[in-house]
């Protein structure tokens, strides 16, 4: 059963670092997109940055910010966070795009991280 889990969320104070990771577990897996979302209280998920073989890119909001990273063949991502901001509260979630050993390509979801900028 393939599975994602995030780690590294945390509080830290406006002007500060994070670097989350999410990693992917269940067998062999093929990974086409790797990519990061967040959800604030109250409002609408949305995208945060992705990295394919082919390109990356990250939100506007965050550019110059936030960057995405992945090892080769590696089934581990990143998201390096710096000059946080009280507005990047939020949970952070890591999406997948993949294709098991044995499947098809499907879209695979964490369960989240959450991340907090306060002083």
């Known amino acids: 059963q393939v599975q994602l889990v995030e780690s590294g969320g945390g509080l830290v104070q406006p002007g500060g670092s994070l670097r989350l990771s999410c990693a992917a577990s269940?067998?062999?897996?093929?990974?086409?997109?790797a990519e990061w979302y967040r959800q604030a209280p109250g409002k609408q998920r949305e995208y945060v940055a992705h990295?394919?073989?082919?390109?990356?890119s990250v939100a506007d909001s965050v550019k110059g910010r936030f960057t995405i990273f992945r090892a080769n063949n590696s089934n581990t991502w990143y998201l390096q966070m710096n000059n946080l901001k009280p507005e990047d509260t939020a949970v952070y979630f890591c999406?997948?795009?993949?294709?098991?050993?044995?499947?098809?390509?499907?879209?695979?979801w964490g369960r989240g991280t959450q991340v907090t900028i306060s002083s």
């Open positions: 990295t394919t073989s082919a390109s990356t």
């Open positions: 269940g067998g062999a897996l093929s990974i086409y997109a």
């Open positions: 999406k997948m795009t993949a294709k098991p050993a044995a499947g098809s390509v499907t879209t695979y």
